[in-house]
């Protein structure tokens, strides 16, 4: 699969990482962009910068090139996840507010009927953020918020990580076994 993978500011950035790991283990393609807030939160929250990051993907896109690849709908891309994705960027992408290259390429992923998944990564939430998800949802968009489950008896934060990471996949299609299913 050719997958595009978008990081925004909110915090939780250590997920995007993992599903890029993830993603390039399996042998897919991965093509990433990254918004301004989102740099700057991948450097505070895990040490990551632009060289690193472009050493883990096959394509980096800058933000700004409305004009790359993932901007068209004649760019042939299987699925596209925003982890974590702020409350601005989901605003945006609701709105088809297509003011730079991630939200544009949502806007594109919906217009051409592919999947979306979005990650978002905030709390509390009110009822613009909830209506947004909405409004998303109701779109055939799907959301995962970074809501961890406890039923797998996660010992370290790696595990509460590809518990997500997981169900992020799950939505994907793809089966990697990265945390313990419920059994009943």
Same mark, same amino acid.
């Given at each position: 699969?050719? @997958? ?5 500011? =909110?915090?939780?950035? @250590?997920?995007?990482?993992?599903? +890029? ?31 690193? /990051? ?13 004009? =790359? ?47 979306? @998944? ?9 009822? +613009?953020?909830?209506?947004?998800? *909405? ?7 799907? +959301? ?27 939505? /994907?299609?793809?089966?990697?076994? *990265? ?6």
């Amino acid at each position: 699969m050719k @997958i595009v993978v978008g990081i925004t500011g =909110a915090s939780g950035s @250590i997920y995007a990482l993992r599903l +890029i790991d993830v993603l390039k283990a399996a042998g897919h393609e991965v093509h990433a962009v990254v918004t301004d807030s989102g740099w700057q939160v991948l450097d505070y929250e895990c040490g990551v910068k632009r060289e690193a /990051l472009a050493a883990k993907v096959d394509v980096l896109y800058d933000n700004d090139n409305v004009g =790359a690849a993932i901007a068209s709908g004649s760019f042939r891309v299987d699925a596209m996840a925003v982890l974590p994705c702020s409350m601005k960027t989901v605003a945006s992408i609701a709105h088809s507010l297509s003011d730079n290259l991630l939200t544009r390429a949502a806007d594109v992923m919906l217009k051409e009927g592919r999947r979306l @998944i979005l990650v978002p990564r905030e709390t509390p939430m009110h009822a +613009i953020h909830l209506e947004n998800l *909405l409004k998303l949802a109701q779109l055939g968009v799907k +959301i995962v918020p970074a809501a961890p489950g406890f039923y797998h008896r996660p010992r370290t934060i790696d595990d509460l990580v590809n518990m997500l990471v997981g169900k992020v996949c799950d939505q /994907l299609g793809l089966d990697l076994d *990265l945390f313990a299913r419920w059994e009943g």
